[in-house]
């Protein structure tokens, strides 16, 4: 058994572990850069270097064209495919599978959004969930996308919302069945399952076999949850579940925003307080007064436009790597206001501030292990994965944190990522 540490976290390694390989080869290298010589006397242009030429990266927009061409079973040269036959299949699967353009309203030209997906080194997790009704993906292919393309986490089956996706892909529904059970989740009254619930325990298999009745109850469900595929995967389940949910648990998204809103606060505060000490200036304290400090520290050697708004996160030279990631003041205001999904990359980017600048430990071994605690738990309370090394973000930010000054790296290699040269 080989092991490798990052902080606190443990990795086992195995030679007969293929899924491990990735992983593996991302540990070893996060390692190897932080320990060399180059990292202790210039970790700014060390992590810019590993991030721009030595980090293994296949662009979003290479692997999507990869997937249509493979799926589309095309017999020319990959090479020779234009980008115009990609859009024009992405297009048509789209309105053959009656699938929308975006979850949300958005201004842009679907041609251009078309574009965009398959020029982009990464998306959001809304993306792939789109693509997977788009171009009527099945639950695997959805889930290789999440967790080998974007390198996030799975399907959040405790999420309503990722838990109907999930079992509309595996049926192959369209988007019309997820939104009418997403409807049903939203309306439905607590005592509509009175009827159905029973505290049979599942077997693991499909229900037509074991002759379990449908059930909302919590015993049944949470005696399911280690074979819970096999019964959202039923029609019949799907309905009982998602009461269950609604039942026992709280919205997740609701969760989600308040733990937002908790880290939001103590980052504005941090930034407010680094603001006043460089300026002099007594800040209002507004919440959107907060999002202009946390973008104006964060990103303080990033350009800006005649608008004073920040460069176009596409040119940067890591736009595959962390552009997607950056966190804005305009994306802050949104999740402030509920017009956006949290994702964990905000958490992990406002949680990387508060270290940076709040956090005082005499080794940064000991700062970085506390960030991983900490931040690892919050994400475990949002249903999410606790840090993952393989992601390039979240490589990026715990190369930061074992650094003597964190925050000055971060805008350092942000900075550099914009050099004309």
């Known amino acids: 058994m080989e092991t490798q540490y990052i902080g606190n976290m443990t990795f086992n390694f195995t030679k007969s572990l293929r899924d491990y390989e990735y992983t593996k080869r991302s540990v070893l290298d996060f390692n190897r850069v932080v320990s060399s010589k180059q990292f202790e006397r210039m970790d700014s242009e060390t992590i810019f270097r590993y991030l721009s030429e030595e980090m293994e990266i296949v662009s979003f927009g290479d692997y999507l064209k990869r997937y249509i061409y493979e799926r589309a079973s095309i017999t020319e040269p990959f090479q020779q495919i234009p980008e115009e036959y990609y859009a024009d299949y992405l297009s048509d699967s789209f309105t053959m599978n009656r699938a929308p353009h975006s979850f949300t309203p958005v201004r842009a030209h679907w041609g251009n959004i078309v574009r965009r997906w398959l020029r982009s080194g990464s998306v959001k997790r809304d993306t792939v969930f789109l693509l997977g009704f788009g171009l009527n993906m099945t639950e695997q292919d959805v889930s290789m996308f999440l967790t080998k393309v974007i390198k996030e986490q799975d399907f959040r089956l405790s999420d309503p919302r990722e838990a109907i ?43 037509e076999e074991s002759g379990e009745t449908p059930s909302s109850s919590p015993r049944f469900w949470e005696s399911a949850q280690k074979a819970l595929p096999v019964y959202l995967s039923n029609p019949k389940m799907i309905k009982p579940y998602l009461l269950w949910l609604k039942t026992g ?12 809103e908790l880290i939001y606060k103590r980052a504005a505060d941090t930034a407010r307080a680094v603001v006043r000490e460089n300026k002099g200036l007594d ?43 950056r966190l804005s003041r305009q994306r802050l205001s949104l999740l402030l206001r509920k017009q956006a999904r949290v994702e964990r990359s905000d958490i ?45 973000y979240e490589c990026f930010v715990l190369m930061c944190l074992l650094t003597e000054e964190p925050l000055s790296v971060f805008n350092d290699v942000w900075e550099m990522s914009y050099a004309e040269d």
């Open 283 to 325: 800040q209002s304290g507004s919440k959107l007064s907060g999002a202009f400090d946390i973008e104006s520290i964060l990103y303080s050697g990033t350009g800006r436009t005649d608008g004073k708004n920040l460069v176009s996160a596409s040119k940067s030279l890591l736009s595959k790597q962390i552009g997607i990631k």
């Open 165 to 207: 996706f999930w079992h509309c892909y595996h049926l192959g529904l369209p988007y019309a069945e997820a939104l009418a059970l997403m409807h049903y989740y939203e309306t439905a009254e607590l005592t509509d399952g009175a009827s159905h619930q029973s505290d049979d325990i599942p077997t693991g298999k499909p229900v």
């Open 348 to 392: 992990i980017t406002l949680m990387f501030l508060i270290y940076a600048v709040s956090v005082e430990k005499e080794w940064p071994t000991e700062r970085l292990t506390e960030f991983i605690d900490e931040t690892g738990a919050i994400l475990e309370r949002c249903d999410m994965m606790g840090i993952y090394p393989v992601n390039p």
């Open 249 to 260: 648990q709280k919205d997740p998204q609701e969760g989600l925003s308040h733990e937002f």
